[in-house]
């Protein structure tokens, strides 16, 4: 399983990135997708997930009505789009996977992929 993260980059406080995360190495239909972030000196932290077959999401309270979850399945690709982003958001964005439901334990995903990295400036 390969999951690879980009689209990271240098915002301005209100703007908005993009994240994507291509998927391959196998057939995605009974896993969760999500997206974790990990801001220096702190725990990486669950962002939002997606089931891959039917699309249920959840997110963190922190992003709620600022970030969406979303997959194409024919390119095998999970988005997280960003807005009104904050200097909060700096960290690096990985998007792990994991057979079944959404969980928000960083311990309980299986595969993850290299992240990429957001800025966002004051």
């Known amino acids: 399983v390969q999951l690879q993260a980009f689209g990271g980059g240098l915002v301005q406080a209100g703007g908005f990135l993009r994240l994507s995360c291509a998927a391959s190495?196998?057939?995605?239909?009974?896993?969760?997708m999500a997206w974790f972030r990990q801001a220096p000196g702190k725990e990486r932290e669950f962002v939002a997930g997606?089931?891959?077959?039917?699309?249920?999401?959840y997110y963190a309270d922190s992003v709620k009505g600022r970030f969406t979850i979303s997959r194409d399945n024919a390119k095998n690709t999970v988005y997280l789009q960003m807005n009104s982003l904050k200097p909060e958001d700096t960290a690096v964005y990985y998007c792990?996977?994991?057979?079944?439901?959404?969980?928000?334990?960083?311990?309980?995903?299986?595969?993850w992929g290299q992240g990429t990295k957001v800025t966002v400036s004051s």
């Open positions: 190495g196998r057939t995605f239909s009974s896993y969760t």
């Open positions: 997606i089931r891959w077959s039917d699309g249920p999401t």
């Open positions: 792990p996977a994991r057979p079944g439901t959404i969980v928000t334990l960083t311990t309980l995903y299986n595969y």
